[in-house]
């Protein structure tokens, strides 16, 4: 399934960053009078806060158009991390982000959350896969593909470490877009984006 692309132009302003954390499931109190806490999922969940500074309307109006279309949280879209599109290689450095769960008969054709990639190290539960062969652009919006060599079984933890741009399906994480306007059409724009993993 494809999904729409966020604008690449304009780029937000400098400097921003990813978050990232584990979702965190309380449990009931034990017989200690405790609480139980563990991890609701085996890899980490992306957020960001993106920001247009002293943008004209102009510039701003494909992002808002696009947000519009997506109709705030309601609608997926694929989002490249724009940080480092200028350097060479291009992107940045990203160490073990999850790639997929494997379930038992499925695909051992993965695709990576990268585009632009460079310096591929694919691991299967934490072990480097050295077989992995990677294929550039050929995943459903262009990002790079990596095809497993090793064996897999039923809940094996697909990561993957990469210099490239970040590309996550993504929602917006709020309805409504926060904008400041200033004398001379010059506005501000701020834009919260969550990762999403559909399973």
């Not at 709020?174 to 834009?191: K, R």
């Amino acid at each position: 399934m494809t999904y729409p692309i966020f604008p690449t132009s304009p780029k937000p302003s400098y400097p921003y960053h990813w978050e990232s954390g584990f979702l965190t499931i309380v449990g009931g109190p034990y017989d200690g009078g405790g609480s139980v806490t563990r991890s609701g999922r085996p890899y980490e969940l992306f957020t960001v806060a993106l920001k247009w500074d002293r943008r004209t309307r102009a510039e701003l109006l494909p992002i808002v158009d696009f947000f519009r279309a997506r109709r705030g949280r309601s609608g997926l879209f694929v989002f490249a991390d724009f940080q480092g599109w200028d350097k060479s290689p291009i992107g940045e450095a990203w160490n073990d982000v999850y790639v997929a769960t494997y379930q038992s008969g499925g695909s051992t054709t993965v695709t990576l959350p990268v585009t632009s990639g460079s310096s591929h190290v694919v691991k299967v539960n934490g072990v480097i896969d050295a077989g992995a062969t990677i294929s550039a652009g050929t995943g459903d919006e262009g990002q790079d593909e990596a095809t497993i060599a090793a064996t897999l079984v039923q809940g094996d933890i697909i990561t993957s470490s990469f210099v490239g741009l970040l590309t996550l399906l993504v929602r917006a994480t709020q309805d409504t877009l926060a904008v400041e306007s200033e004398p001379g059409d010059l506005h501000s724009l701020t834009l919260g984006l969550i990762e999403e993993r559909i399973t």
